[in-house]
């Protein structure tokens, strides 16, 4: 079972490109995250999305948007790159939204640089 | 709103010795309470959870919790830590009526040999 995969791994981006960062679960969960880890600032939510088909933005969505097609894909987009999105991005997913005490399942991350 | 503070940014400790992650938050609600282990070049996982019941909550690789209702903490716990157990600890809350986490800014366990 690989859970949550994400790529690219790492990516040297320069400013102003677009960019798309893929998301996929096979564990059929509905809810779905996308995090960005800064040193010292810990993990901030960017956008989320309940179910296929709806999305919500999160604590800091300037600059990035998302889109659920189906169940497993999570895809997260920069239209046009700023050294400030530099950040390592963790795309996440549980089980069923609206529920308090599902914890949160992981991918490896996107390091990602701007320049 | 919730919030979740994680009191220290470093914690640098010997192998076997005990540790104590700190975990303090704040909340006009009922909250479900999460820890995370991320270790170096990886995702975050679960550690341990609480969510009802007796407030000390065993996890994953020695570790325990404790849940301290009227000193809004969450302290995580291990008797005796490893050089494995270097990583980044997160704490996490969940109010009632929401299902998306707050995370505190990580600890960072640091077990020197």
């Known amino acids: 079972i690989a859970g949550i995969t994400q790529a690219p791994t790492s990516q040297i981006l320069a400013a102003g490109r677009r960019m798309t960062l893929r998301c996929t679960q096979d564990?059929?969960?509905?809810?779905m995250y996308w995090y960005r880890q800064d040193l010292g600032l810990g993990l901030r939510l960017i956008h989320y999305s309940n179910t296929a088909g709806t999305t919500g933005k999160g604590e800091v969505p300037d600059g990035y948007s998302v889109s659920r097609a189906n169940t497993d894909d999570f895809p997260l987009t920069l239209a046009s790159a700023v050294p400030s999105q530099t950040s390592v991005y963790f795309c996440?997913?549980?089980?069923?939204?609206?529920?308090?005490?599902?914890?949160?399942?992981f991918g490896p991350g996107t390091r990602l640089t701007v320049l | 709103a919730q919030s979740v503070t994680q009191l220290d940014s470093q914690v640098p400790v010997f192998e076997e010795a005990p540790v104590e992650l700190r975990c303090n938050y704040s909340s006009s609600v009922s909250v479900y309470l999460f820890w995370y282990v991320q270790y170096p070049n990886q995702g975050l996982q679960l550690l341990l959870k609480?969510?009802?019941?007796?407030?000390l909550v065993k996890g994953i690789n020695g570790f325990e919790a404790e849940f301290n209702k009227s000193q809004t903490s969450f302290h995580l716990r291990k008797p005796s830590v490893h050089i494995s157990d270097t990583a980044e600890y997160f704490c996490?809350?969940?109010?009632?009526?929401?299902?998306?986490?707050?995370f505190g800014r990580g600890t960072s366990l640091i077990v020197h040999p």
């Open positions: 996440a997913s549980s089980e069923q939204a609206g529920v308090p005490y599902n914890e949160q399942f």
């Open positions: 564990m059929r969960h509905n809810a």
């Open positions: 609480y969510l009802s019941g007796s407030t």
């Open positions: 996490a809350v969940t109010p009632l009526g929401s299902y998306i986490p707050t």
